[in-house]
């Protein structure tokens, strides 16, 4: 009996134990997350959240003119899957910690190689990368937040708000037509009407010419009334229009000999057009 008695104290307090590890304390600056693809590339930002609750901010809670984590707790982390430039210097793919430095006029930005780090602890000599940004002047926003804003195909603002206080830095993917373009050639295999098609699609004119050998070598493994339609495509916009006319009336023959049958219908307007009737 007392065997049993020992048994079941043991395990209601095992329970107990893994009831109380499971529990999470709400934090008064919750952590938060923000993430954007621009291009090819993508950026993540994970911070926490504190509140002006009516202190002052800026030369206040935040002195100015020293090293400040960028929100509370642990270090903000900031993450890009390919090498940026920011405010047009690079930084590296990888993680890293965020840290600024505020001022009345000018903000450092800075880039810590450590990025799992409590946010007090900081060493300069770890910085990868510093760049400098204006403040400007915004409506209250009682919530610190870090938002990624004016996104185009290879550009991003960053923008660090707070306060009234607006610090924006830009981001820029760089050239990812020439990124896709290795990363299509190391893998070709299965993939070289894709290619071919993102070259025509985007008017690289400087890669027609590999782009319709792409084509060719999978017109070698497969002849289909798709990839003879793109190579018609792309041959109309080489100037080679008779060429494309022979490619696009194939293209209805192979689409119209398979089995079953392939919607030719693309490809009988594309020849129309190309034949001016």
Do not use: C
Not at 30 to 52: K, L, M
Not at 247 to 270: D, H, L, R, W, Y
């Amino acid at each position: 009996m007392k065997k049993t008695l020992y048994l079941i104290a043991i395990i209601t307090l095992v329970f107990a134990t893994n009831v109380f590890a499971q529990l999470t304390l709400p934090r008064a600056s919750p952590r938060a997350a923000v993430s954007q693809t621009v291009g090819d590339t993508e950026i993540s930002i994970v911070y926490n959240r504190p509140n002006v609750k009516e202190r002052a901010v800026w030369g206040g809670l935040v002195p100015l003119g020293q090293v400040w984590r960028t929100g509370a707790n642990e270090a903000t982390v900031f993450e890009v899957s390919n090498d940026v430039l920011i405010n047009g210097q690079k930084l590296a793919k990888g993680k890293y910690s965020l840290y600024t430095i505020p001022n009345q006029n000018e903000w450092t930005i800075i880039f810590n190689k450590t990025w799992n780090q409590w946010g007090t602890i900081y060493k300069q000599e770890e910085d990868v990368l510093r760049v400098t940004a204006k403040p400007i002047a915004g409506e209250h926003r009682e919530t610190m937040a870090i938002d990624i804003d004016n996104v185009t195909e290879t550009t991003a603002d960053v923008v660090i708000a707070w306060e009234k206080v607006r610090v924006p830095f830009k981001l820029d993917v760089g050239d990812l037509n020439a990124r896709f373009l290795s990363s299509a050639r190391r893998q070709m295999s299965g993939n070289s009407l894709t290619a071919a098609r993102f070259v025509l699609d985007s008017k690289l004119t400087a890669n027609y010419a590999e782009a319709l050998g792409w084509i060719d070598d999978s017109l070698k493994m497969s002849e289909t009334a798709g990839a003879l339609l793109l190579k018609a495509r792309l041959l109309n916009e080489m100037g080679r229009k008779q060429e494309a006319i022979a490619a696009a009336e194939k293209a209805i023959q192979v689409g119209k000999a398979a089995t079953p049958p392939a919607n030719v219908s693309g490809a009988e307007a594309f020849l129309k057009q190309l034949k001016g009737n």
